[in-house]
């Protein structure tokens, strides 16, 4: 019985609370720790509010229009899977390099 009271609290509170919840497409400025300055699209349609070391930037500019936050999305998805291959990059390099090495080691 006591479950259903919490949720019921928790379903009352989303709705009084609708601009912290997280988004598809929001943007999450980490505000503290290893990832300061960092920030990442929220790309999930689960309910969920950010931590309290996470700034929901779209307090900090409600008033941004839809096309400019696709955008902006846009190019952090963009940026991420850049860096993704720019690691695969090194590593598939750095693996070639060490392949050359051995060569001229065992000539």
């Not at 999930?44 to 941004?64: G, K, R, T, W, Y």
């Amino acid at each position: 019985m006591r479950i259903k009271g919490i949720k019921a609290e928790i379903n009352s509170w989303q709705r009084g609370n609708r601009s912290a919840i997280l988004q598809y497409n929001d943007f999450l400025f980490y505000s503290v720790g290893a990832y300061l300055g960092k920030m990442n699209g929220w790309l999930n349609s689960d309910v969920a509010v950010p931590a309290s070391f996470i700034i929901l930037l779209q307090f900090l500019i409600p008033e941004i229009n839809d096309k400019l936050k696709k955008r902006l999305n846009q190019l952090v998805v963009q940026s991420v899977g850049k860096g993704l291959e720019a690691k695969r990059l090194l590593h598939q390099a750095k693996t070639r390099v060490e392949q050359l090495i051995e060569e001229v080691v065992q000539r």
